[in-house]
């Protein structure tokens, strides 16, 4: 991962410092963290996607059809590298001896790909003339986009934690309910092709997202739990492109609601 990710990553780990420092002022101690890392599979809403190229045309896509690509057969063809799927990663930071509320840092590399050689209905202008018809989506003649090197949700979630079920000796949680709320910023790097012409764009700040999750969680050991959760959210760039030499100028804007599966492996350590 870049490491422009990095920094934005420092930021955040800053922001949620600070936030316990907050809490201890108002006397809620942090009693432990957990870590966990997992995969996603996603499925997304139709999205009208703005282009503005930097020769002075603009037009739009109306109702794109986009899917996720998961690559999960990576994770036994090449299983060291583990970032090649769709994965998740949270750091979460509880905020009582009950465990059940948490500060959570949460990112997903999920990735976006609008289907090719689908027919949209594009508006606007492109080489100077108006158009308002139907298209078909393909890289050579047309273009094509996607955000495959992650459309990367980074962002804060606040994460409840409920009891269900307690081991026959009820000396732990066996089975928990999560739920989560969460906003933050989308890191992505979008791959742009245009007649042919393709632009892999870098990872910049593009926009913003907010998302619900819930699921549930099974403790498998004291400390070690296999969390399950569906995810839902919207999505907003405000400019998938980053402003470069090799782009040229273009800019992108679309947005899209989301629903998401995912499955961590988690560790918990109590202070």
Known sequence: MKATIYRYLTVLFVCLASLSVNAQKKRIKLSGFYLQWGYNSESY?????????GNGDHFTIHKAVAHDKGDFDAIYKKPTEISIPQYNYRIGFYLNKKHSKAIELNFDHAKYVVTD????????MIDGKYVNGDSTLNPDTFLHFEHTDGANWLHLNYVSQHILLMTASRSRPLVTGVWKLGAGINIPRTDFTWRGDRLNNNFHVAGYNISAEAGLRLYVFPRLFFELTGKTGFVKYVNALANTTENKGNRVTHSFGYLETIATLGYEINF
């Open 45 to 53: 809403t139709r999205s009208n996607i703005h282009f503005k190229m």
């Open 117 to 124: 050689g689908q027919t949209v209905h594009v508006t606007g």
